[in-house]
Protein backbone atom coordinates (compact mmCIF):
# COMPACT_ATOMS: atom_id res chain seq x y z
CA UNK A 1 0.00 0.00 0.00
CA UNK A 2 1.44 3.62 -0.87
CA UNK A 3 -0.51 5.39 2.37
CA UNK A 4 -4.02 7.48 2.41
CA UNK A 5 -2.29 10.49 1.13
CA UNK A 6 -4.95 12.45 -1.78
CA UNK A 7 -4.28 14.20 -5.21
CA UNK A 8 -6.58 15.90 -7.60
CA UNK A 9 -7.59 13.89 -10.94
CA UNK A 10 -9.32 15.93 -13.27
CA UNK A 11 -11.35 14.38 -15.77
CA UNK A 12 -11.75 10.82 -14.14
CA UNK A 13 -14.45 9.55 -15.90
CA UNK A 14 -13.74 9.66 -19.03
CA UNK A 15 -11.76 5.67 -20.61
CA UNK A 16 -8.18 6.59 -19.68
CA UNK A 17 -9.16 8.26 -16.36
CA UNK A 18 -11.12 5.33 -15.35
CA UNK A 19 -8.19 3.25 -15.87
CA UNK A 20 -6.02 5.83 -14.30
CA UNK A 21 -8.54 6.00 -11.24
CA UNK A 22 -8.61 1.74 -10.63
CA UNK A 23 -4.96 1.98 -10.85
CA UNK A 24 -4.53 4.74 -8.31
CA UNK A 25 -7.24 2.24 -5.88
CA UNK A 26 -4.94 -0.38 -6.63
CA UNK A 27 -1.87 1.77 -5.46
CA UNK A 28 -3.58 2.39 -1.91
CA UNK A 29 -3.96 5.95 -3.42
CA UNK A 30 -7.34 7.67 -2.51
CA UNK A 31 -7.33 10.40 -4.73
CA UNK A 32 -10.08 13.40 -5.13
CA UNK A 33 -12.21 13.32 -8.53
CA UNK A 34 -13.24 16.10 -10.76
CA UNK A 35 -14.41 16.98 -13.47
CA UNK A 36 -17.17 19.10 -15.32
CA UNK A 37 -20.35 16.79 -15.44
CA UNK A 38 -22.07 16.51 -12.03
CA UNK A 39 -23.95 13.14 -12.44
CA UNK A 40 -20.89 11.53 -13.89
CA UNK A 41 -18.16 12.71 -11.64
CA UNK A 42 -21.17 11.85 -8.20
CA UNK A 43 -21.67 8.43 -9.63
CA UNK A 44 -17.95 7.28 -10.24
CA UNK A 45 -17.09 8.89 -6.85
CA UNK A 46 -20.39 7.15 -4.94
CA UNK A 47 -19.16 3.91 -6.29
CA UNK A 48 -15.81 4.02 -5.09
CA UNK A 49 -16.43 5.69 -1.80
CA UNK A 50 -13.84 8.81 -2.96
CA UNK A 51 -14.04 12.65 -2.83
CA UNK A 52 -15.25 14.51 -5.74
CA UNK A 53 -15.71 17.95 -7.21
CA UNK A 54 -17.64 19.54 -10.37
CA UNK A 55 -16.69 22.35 -11.63
CA UNK A 56 -15.57 23.90 -15.33
CA UNK A 57 -11.97 24.17 -15.58
CA UNK A 58 -13.27 28.19 -16.63
CA UNK A 59 -14.55 28.70 -13.04
CA UNK A 60 -11.17 29.69 -11.48
CA UNK A 61 -12.12 30.12 -7.58
CA UNK A 62 -13.43 26.42 -8.13
CA UNK A 63 -10.29 25.37 -9.64
CA UNK A 64 -7.98 26.94 -7.60
CA UNK A 65 -9.84 26.07 -4.29
CA UNK A 66 -9.93 22.08 -4.99
CA UNK A 67 -6.32 22.75 -6.16
CA UNK A 68 -5.82 24.02 -3.02
CA UNK A 69 -7.08 21.00 -0.67
CA UNK A 70 -4.91 18.47 -2.23
CA UNK A 71 -1.70 19.84 -3.41
CA UNK A 72 -1.12 17.91 -6.63
CA UNK A 73 -2.86 17.54 -10.08
CA UNK A 74 -3.07 15.42 -12.22
CA UNK A 75 -4.99 16.43 -15.77
CA UNK A 76 -6.63 13.59 -17.87
CA UNK A 77 -9.17 15.91 -19.64
CA UNK A 78 -8.37 16.91 -23.11
CA UNK A 79 -7.91 18.12 -25.55
CA UNK A 80 -5.14 19.35 -23.71
CA UNK A 81 -5.02 22.57 -25.60
CA UNK A 82 -8.07 23.70 -24.57
CA UNK A 83 -7.72 22.43 -20.91
CA UNK A 84 -3.47 22.54 -20.24
CA UNK A 85 -3.59 26.64 -19.28
CA UNK A 86 -6.20 26.92 -17.40
CA UNK A 87 -4.70 24.16 -15.23
CA UNK A 88 -1.07 24.89 -15.10
CA UNK A 89 -1.58 28.72 -14.28
CA UNK A 90 -4.08 28.01 -11.67
CA UNK A 91 -1.43 25.37 -10.04
CA UNK A 92 1.25 28.43 -10.79
CA UNK A 93 -0.80 30.65 -8.45
CA UNK A 94 -1.86 28.20 -6.08
CA UNK A 95 1.87 26.49 -5.84
CA UNK A 96 0.25 23.16 -7.03
CA UNK A 97 2.56 20.84 -8.66
CA UNK A 98 0.97 19.44 -11.88
CA UNK A 99 1.19 16.90 -14.33
CA UNK A 100 -0.60 15.63 -17.06
CA UNK A 101 -0.27 13.18 -19.94
CA UNK A 102 -0.84 15.49 -22.89
CA UNK A 103 0.65 14.62 -26.09
CA UNK A 104 0.14 17.30 -27.79
CA UNK A 105 3.41 18.93 -29.52
CA UNK A 106 1.54 23.01 -28.96
CA UNK A 107 1.20 22.11 -25.50
CA UNK A 108 4.59 21.20 -25.15
CA UNK A 109 5.79 24.15 -26.65
CA UNK A 110 3.65 26.32 -24.23
CA UNK A 111 4.23 24.50 -21.18
CA UNK A 112 7.88 25.12 -21.95
CA UNK A 113 7.63 28.50 -21.74
CA UNK A 114 6.29 28.64 -18.10
CA UNK A 115 9.57 27.01 -17.16
CA UNK A 116 11.35 29.84 -15.21
CA UNK A 117 7.78 31.02 -13.83
CA UNK A 118 7.68 27.37 -12.62
CA UNK A 119 11.25 27.25 -10.73
CA UNK A 120 10.69 30.49 -9.43
CA UNK A 121 7.63 29.26 -7.34
CA UNK A 122 9.02 25.56 -6.65
CA UNK A 123 5.98 24.24 -9.02
CA UNK A 124 6.81 20.81 -11.13
CA UNK A 125 4.83 20.94 -14.31
CA UNK A 126 5.30 17.49 -15.30
CA UNK A 127 3.78 16.69 -18.94
CA UNK A 128 3.39 13.51 -20.93
CA UNK A 129 3.35 11.14 -18.04
CA UNK A 130 1.24 8.63 -19.97
CA UNK A 131 2.71 6.45 -23.43
CA UNK A 132 3.13 9.38 -24.98
CA UNK A 133 5.84 9.83 -24.04
CA UNK A 134 7.24 8.05 -21.01
CA UNK A 135 8.66 5.16 -22.89
CA UNK A 136 9.89 7.34 -25.89
CA UNK A 137 11.17 10.14 -24.00
CA UNK A 138 12.77 7.68 -21.34
CA UNK A 139 14.43 5.94 -24.42
CA UNK A 140 15.66 8.89 -25.98
CA UNK A 141 17.16 9.98 -22.61
CA UNK A 142 19.16 6.66 -22.14
CA UNK A 143 20.38 6.76 -25.86
CA UNK A 144 21.76 10.24 -25.31
CA UNK A 145 23.19 8.32 -22.00
CA UNK A 146 24.88 5.88 -23.95
CA UNK A 147 25.66 8.41 -26.70
CA UNK A 148 26.56 11.94 -24.77
CA UNK A 149 28.16 13.47 -29.08
CA UNK A 150 24.29 11.95 -30.27
CA UNK A 151 22.51 14.83 -32.19
CA UNK A 152 20.39 12.94 -34.08
CA UNK A 153 17.43 10.71 -33.07
CA UNK A 154 15.43 8.23 -34.69
CA UNK A 155 12.38 6.72 -33.20
CA UNK A 156 10.03 4.21 -34.62
CA UNK A 157 7.12 2.27 -32.24
CA UNK A 158 4.30 0.09 -33.06
CA UNK A 159 1.21 -1.72 -31.78
CA UNK A 160 0.39 -5.27 -31.63
CA UNK A 161 -3.12 -5.88 -31.56
CA UNK A 162 -6.79 -4.86 -31.71
CA UNK A 163 -6.96 -2.13 -29.03
CA UNK A 164 -8.73 0.94 -30.02
CA UNK A 165 -8.37 5.02 -29.43
CA UNK A 166 -10.13 6.00 -26.53
CA UNK A 167 -12.69 8.89 -27.89
CA UNK A 168 -10.00 11.22 -25.98
CA UNK A 169 -6.71 10.32 -27.75
CA UNK A 170 -8.83 10.43 -30.71
CA UNK A 171 -10.00 14.63 -29.96
CA UNK A 172 -6.69 15.55 -28.43
CA UNK A 173 -5.21 13.93 -32.28
CA UNK A 174 -7.83 15.49 -33.89
CA UNK A 175 -6.48 19.06 -32.37
CA UNK A 176 -2.98 17.84 -33.44
CA UNK A 177 -3.47 17.13 -37.49
CA UNK A 178 -4.62 20.80 -38.19
CA UNK A 179 -0.83 21.45 -37.56
CA UNK A 180 0.30 19.16 -40.24
CA UNK A 181 3.32 16.74 -40.10
CA UNK A 182 6.32 17.96 -37.97
CA UNK A 183 10.21 17.08 -37.48
CA UNK A 184 12.92 18.44 -35.85
CA UNK A 185 15.76 19.94 -38.30
CA UNK A 186 18.87 21.74 -36.59
CA UNK A 187 16.85 22.57 -33.34
CA UNK A 188 13.99 24.04 -35.36
CA UNK A 189 10.22 22.58 -35.94
CA UNK A 190 9.47 22.15 -39.45
CA UNK A 191 6.63 20.87 -41.35
CA UNK A 192 7.17 17.84 -43.00
CA UNK A 193 5.04 15.99 -46.01
CA UNK A 194 3.09 12.76 -45.65
CA UNK A 195 5.20 10.09 -47.27
CA UNK A 196 8.19 12.75 -47.78
CA UNK A 197 10.25 10.15 -45.84
CA UNK A 198 10.42 6.79 -44.80
CA UNK A 199 12.48 3.91 -43.34
CA UNK A 200 12.83 -0.04 -42.35
CA UNK A 201 12.69 -0.91 -38.56
CA UNK A 202 13.14 -4.17 -37.48
CA UNK A 203 10.79 -4.14 -33.56
CA UNK A 204 12.11 -7.43 -32.92
CA UNK A 205 10.44 -9.81 -36.12
CA UNK A 206 12.08 -8.86 -38.92
CA UNK A 207 12.32 -5.56 -41.02
CA UNK A 208 8.77 -3.40 -41.28
CA UNK A 209 8.23 -0.26 -43.76
CA UNK A 210 7.72 3.10 -41.46
CA UNK A 211 6.14 6.21 -42.38
CA UNK A 212 7.34 9.39 -40.73
CA UNK A 213 4.64 10.64 -38.72
CA UNK A 214 4.33 13.61 -36.06
CA UNK A 215 5.00 12.54 -32.31
CA UNK A 216 5.38 14.30 -28.98
CA UNK A 217 9.63 13.93 -28.97
CA UNK A 218 9.79 15.97 -31.69
CA UNK A 219 9.53 18.29 -29.02
CA UNK A 220 10.46 16.36 -25.51
CA UNK A 221 13.00 14.55 -26.33
CA UNK A 222 14.98 18.07 -27.58
CA UNK A 223 14.31 19.37 -24.47
CA UNK A 224 15.16 16.64 -22.30
CA UNK A 225 18.25 15.49 -24.15
CA UNK A 226 19.33 18.09 -26.79
CA UNK A 227 19.32 16.00 -29.81
CA UNK A 228 18.62 18.84 -32.42
CA UNK A 229 17.21 16.68 -35.42
CA UNK A 230 14.63 14.28 -34.62
CA UNK A 231 11.89 11.81 -36.62
CA UNK A 232 9.57 9.54 -35.75
CA UNK A 233 7.99 6.84 -37.80
CA UNK A 234 5.66 4.37 -37.72
CA UNK A 235 4.02 1.24 -39.43
CA UNK A 236 0.67 2.81 -38.88
CA UNK A 237 1.15 6.14 -39.90
CA UNK A 238 -0.18 5.77 -43.13
CA UNK A 239 -3.95 6.18 -41.87
CA UNK A 240 -3.10 9.11 -40.87
CA UNK A 241 -1.09 10.77 -43.74
CA UNK A 242 -4.70 9.99 -45.22
CA UNK A 243 -6.33 11.96 -42.38
CA UNK A 244 -3.75 14.76 -42.75
CA UNK A 245 -4.67 14.92 -46.85
CA UNK A 246 -8.63 14.85 -46.13
CA UNK A 247 -8.49 17.33 -43.62
CA UNK A 248 -5.72 19.68 -45.26
CA UNK A 249 -7.92 19.53 -48.71
CA UNK A 250 -11.44 20.45 -46.46
CA UNK A 251 -9.79 22.83 -45.13
CA UNK A 252 -9.44 24.32 -47.78
CA UNK A 253 -13.02 24.34 -48.71
CA UNK A 254 -15.10 24.42 -45.74
CA UNK A 255 -12.85 25.90 -43.47
CA UNK A 256 -11.05 24.05 -39.91
CA UNK A 257 -14.11 25.15 -38.02
CA UNK A 258 -16.31 23.09 -39.77
CA UNK A 259 -14.19 20.28 -40.64
CA UNK A 260 -13.67 19.50 -36.68
CA UNK A 261 -16.96 19.84 -35.87
CA UNK A 262 -17.82 17.46 -38.25
CA UNK A 263 -14.94 15.16 -37.56
CA UNK A 264 -15.67 15.53 -33.54
CA UNK A 265 -19.28 14.23 -34.37
CA UNK A 266 -18.07 11.44 -36.23
CA UNK A 267 -15.84 10.56 -33.09
CA UNK A 268 -18.69 10.09 -30.74
CA UNK A 269 -20.33 7.47 -32.84
CA UNK A 270 -16.76 5.23 -32.51
CA UNK A 271 -16.49 2.46 -30.06
CA UNK A 272 -14.64 4.08 -26.69
CA UNK A 273 -11.33 2.75 -26.67
CA UNK A 274 -10.79 -0.93 -26.72
CA UNK A 275 -12.68 -3.69 -23.75
CA UNK A 276 -9.80 -5.31 -20.86
CA UNK A 277 -9.54 -8.38 -23.21
CA UNK A 278 -8.31 -6.71 -25.98
CA UNK A 279 -5.58 -4.50 -24.15
CA UNK A 280 -4.47 -7.39 -22.22
CA UNK A 281 -3.48 -9.13 -25.81
CA UNK A 282 -1.96 -5.84 -27.30
CA UNK A 283 1.59 -4.98 -26.61
CA UNK A 284 3.81 -2.38 -27.98
CA UNK A 285 7.37 -1.89 -28.84
CA UNK A 286 9.58 1.47 -29.16
CA UNK A 287 12.92 1.58 -31.59
CA UNK A 288 15.35 4.28 -30.87
CA UNK A 289 18.17 5.13 -32.66
CA UNK A 290 20.91 8.25 -32.14
CA UNK A 291 23.59 9.16 -33.91
CA UNK A 292 26.56 11.79 -33.43
CA UNK A 293 28.17 13.87 -36.72
CA UNK A 294 30.82 11.13 -37.24
CA UNK A 295 28.41 8.18 -37.63
CA UNK A 296 28.99 6.54 -34.34
CA UNK A 297 25.31 5.36 -33.49
CA UNK A 298 23.45 3.38 -30.51
CA UNK A 299 20.17 1.91 -30.63
CA UNK A 300 17.76 0.31 -28.10
CA UNK A 301 14.60 -1.39 -28.13
CA UNK A 302 11.80 -0.98 -25.48
CA UNK A 303 8.85 -3.35 -24.84
CA UNK A 304 5.36 -2.49 -23.38
CA UNK A 305 2.44 -3.63 -22.71
CA UNK A 306 -0.64 -1.79 -24.35
CA UNK A 307 -0.29 2.55 -24.36
CA UNK A 308 -3.40 2.84 -21.91
CA UNK A 309 -2.59 -0.28 -19.71
CA UNK A 310 0.47 1.81 -19.49
CA UNK A 311 -0.37 4.89 -19.51
CA UNK A 312 -2.50 3.96 -15.87
CA UNK A 313 0.48 2.87 -14.74
CA UNK A 314 3.01 6.17 -15.83
CA UNK A 315 0.69 8.41 -14.48
CA UNK A 316 0.35 6.79 -11.16
CA UNK A 317 3.77 5.77 -10.91
CA UNK A 318 4.67 10.00 -11.48
CA UNK A 319 2.22 10.62 -8.96
CA UNK A 320 3.13 8.15 -6.18
CA UNK A 321 7.10 9.92 -6.67
CA UNK A 322 5.46 13.17 -6.73
CA UNK A 323 3.52 12.22 -3.48
CA UNK A 324 6.65 11.22 -2.11
CA UNK A 325 8.58 14.30 -2.09
CA UNK A 326 10.39 13.48 -5.20
CA UNK A 327 9.75 16.75 -7.54
CA UNK A 328 11.57 19.21 -9.19
CA UNK A 329 10.53 22.28 -9.93
CA UNK A 330 9.88 23.82 -13.51
CA UNK A 331 8.94 22.35 -16.85
CA UNK A 332 9.77 18.55 -16.51
CA UNK A 333 9.61 16.46 -18.93
CA UNK A 334 9.17 12.37 -18.00
CA UNK A 335 13.18 11.38 -17.66
CA UNK A 336 13.84 15.03 -16.85
CA UNK A 337 11.65 14.41 -13.66
CA UNK A 338 12.49 10.64 -13.12
CA UNK A 339 15.38 9.62 -15.34
CA UNK A 340 15.80 7.59 -18.25
CA UNK A 341 14.93 4.63 -16.21
CA UNK A 342 11.46 5.83 -14.81
CA UNK A 343 9.90 3.21 -17.52
CA UNK A 344 11.83 0.36 -15.97
CA UNK A 345 10.20 1.08 -13.12
CA UNK A 346 6.67 -0.15 -14.48
CA UNK A 347 6.38 -4.28 -14.06
CA UNK A 348 6.59 -6.19 -17.36
CA UNK A 349 8.42 -3.63 -19.45
CA UNK A 350 11.82 -4.37 -20.58
CA UNK A 351 14.89 -2.45 -22.44
CA UNK A 352 17.22 -4.26 -24.86
CA UNK A 353 20.14 -2.92 -26.76
CA UNK A 354 20.43 -3.46 -30.14
CA UNK A 355 22.88 -1.31 -31.39
CA UNK A 356 26.36 -0.82 -29.46
Not at 77 to 103: K, M, W
Not at 311 to 318: D, F, M, N, V
Request: charged share 25%; proline share 3%.
Amino acid sequence: MEGQKNFLIYGSTGYTGRLVVAEALRRGLRPVLAGRNVEKIGRQAAALGLEWRAFRLSDTRALERALVDTGLALLLAGPFGQTSRRVVEACLRTGTHCLDINGELEVYEKLARYDSEARSKGVMLGTGMGFDVVPSDCLARYLKNCLPTANELRLAFISRGQARMSHGTLRSGLEELQHGMRVRRKGQLVQAQPGEKSMVVDFGWGPRSCDLMSWGDVVTAYYSSGFSDIEVYSPGSSSLQRQVAILSGGQRILGWGVMRSLARRMIGFLPDGATAEARAQTSAVIWGQARDPSGCRVAARLHTMEAYELTARTAIQAVVKALAGEVKPGFQTPSMAFGADFILEIEGVRREDIEP
